[in-house]
């Protein structure tokens, strides 16, 4: 059991560091990014009676995207930003309170604060998650937060709300389902061993955890799932958010060296050094002197499962990398086992572990994540968003008339129009998936876009790569505007 003073300083330390990363983004001042922009779409259109599934291909889990729709009904853009700061918050809360998890309760007030402030900073001080303040967050950083919650549940044997919350992160991002085998395997060795605890949760029978656990996590699921039964969503989830990712080609895989070099391109230096140290420590704390501060048997389970995560995420990106999104996953884990080998290595006493804690902090802040957010490398170049401007000319273009678009929901977000086809990202799955369930395949498919007669049309490069029968359309009635043309994306005006 996490004492209340441990959560208090955990919180408020999430707090003031979702602070900086929310101003730091300008979110009254600027538009959503790319990923943003679709889900918020596509709970402005839920909001509207257009459902995801029924209604517009979604291959992603609603629960996230159900929180935008019902923030979007109740407060606007300020529920949209609400939802993306509670997010934030989370993910830093959760990631502080497993690392201070991993340091004994008589630990100094310091060596607590350093340990939460690395784990929270490790957790949201990334820029890129901020980019997505605006648009409420991502789908995926709310299931690790719900997933590190029930990592913390299970080790104060809440089996009740851990089933709970592993059900919620899994009907908010899929792969969750994956991670929760590393982190419950990790866990059960240790959790199963515990000795010396006179807590009735302790001398419950396994089998009644096990009990709650499913019992929790059929409490949270089944009602959301009954409610996607009620708005005719069921079968669409099922074939669109379950079967796809299981049809969906998988990428060409560079092998061990390459996708190495891709992991380590994609994280920032400060969480590489911040995560190797706090990996490392986690190893050899156990054999330097004063070991048993952190041989716990509950902190134990919370390295195991930390360590579970890691191991089966990079399995995971063995077979599925595409973008620094997909690193993700790697902070909060490696933030906890940081922070909560901090704790521990810094005493209040001796100048050599104070050293260490000035120097862990000096590397993170000095790193860029928090001091200069835009850092040079790759990893902190800002994403696309869409220019306002550009977006108020394609709607004087358009003049009221209907808008084709195959690209990126950016403009449809900013024109907030209703969907001319269901489909809003363009890879080559969603081609297949046309192929399969559009009469008359693609061609027809592109047939019946273009007798609704669109005043204007926007073509991703990558759209008319798949849709080479939109090409043909687009010469024969309309032209190229002068006027608006976002890169990548040519608008063309019927004739």
Request: hydrophobic share 50%.
């Amino acid at each position: 059991m996490i004492s209340r003073r441990r959560t208090a300083l955990a919180l408020g330390l999430a707090f003031l560091l979702v602070v900086v990363t929310f101003f730091w983004n300008r979110p009254f001042s600027t538009g959503p990014t790319r990923d943003g922009a679709f889900f918020t779409y596509v709970a402005r259109l839920a909001t509207r009676g257009t459902l995801p599934y029924r209604d517009v291909f979604f291959i992603h889990a609603f629960v996230h995207t159900g929180l935008l729709a019902a923030a979007l009904a109740t407060l606007g853009k300020v529920g949209l930003l609400l939802v993306g700061a509670l997010v934030h918050l989370a993910m830093g809360a959760v990631a502080a309170l497993l690392a201070l998890g991993l340091v004994r309760e008589r630990a100094g007030r310091m060596r607590c604060v350093a340990g939460a402030l690395v784990a929270s900073a490790v957790a949201v001080g990334w820029p890129f998650l901020g980019e997505f303040v605006v648009s409420g967050g991502r789908p995926k950083f709310l299931a690790l937060a719900l997933l590190a919650g029930m990592l913390l549940a299970l080790s104060s044997r809440r089996c009740l709300l851990a089933g709970a919350l592993l059900a919620l992160a899994g009907l908010t991002w899929q792969p969750v389902a994956i991670l929760a085998v590393g982190v419950v395997g990790g866990f059960l060795p240790g959790a199963w061993t515990r000795r010396g605890s006179a807590s009735e949760a302790d001398r419950a029978p396994k089998g009644r955890l096990v009990l709650r656990f499913v019992t929790g996590g059929l409490f949270a699921g089944v009602p959301l799932l009954l409610l996607l039964v009620a708005g005719g969503c069921f079968e669409g989830f099922l074939e669109q958010a379950v079967g796809f990712p299981l049809r969906a080609p998988l990428r060409p895989h560079p092998g061990f060296v390459g996708r190495v070099r891709q992991v380590v391109g994609l994280l920032p230096l400060p969480v590489l050094v911040t995560g190797g140290i706090g990996i490392l420590a986690t190893f050899l704390l156990p054999w330097l002197p004063g070991r048993g501060e952190h041989s716990s048997s509950r902190s134990g389970s919370l390295t195991g499962g930390l360590l579970g995560w890691l191991a089966v995420y990079a399995v995971y990106l063995w077979f599925d990398l595409d973008a620094r999104g997909d690193m993700v996953p790697f902070l909060i884990p490696v933030g906890a086992l940081a922070g909560g080998a901090l704790a521990r290595i810094a005493r209040s006493e001796g100048a050599t572990q104070r050293l260490a804690v000035a120097s862990l902090l000096f590397v993170w802040l000095s790193g860029g994540d928090l001091v200069l957010p835009h850092h040079s490398s790759e990893v902190y170049k800002e994403s696309e968003r869409l220019d306002p401007e550009k977006a108020q000319a394609i709607a004087r273009l358009a003049g009221g008339e209907p808008v084709l678009v195959f690209a990126d929901p950016l403009v449809q977000n900013a024109l907030d129009l209703d969907p001319l086809h269901p489909y809003l990202f363009w890879e080559e799955g969603t081609v297949s998936e046309i192929w399969r369930r559009e009469e008359g395949g693609l061609p027809g498919f592109v047939d019946r876009c273009f007798r609704k007669r669109p005043k204007v049309v926007i073509v991703g490069r990558r759209a008319l790569e798949l849709l080479p029968a939109i090409g043909g359309r687009l010469q024969s009635g309309y032209e190229p505007s002068p006027d608006v043309e976002r890169r990548m994306l040519p608008v063309w005006v019927r004739r």
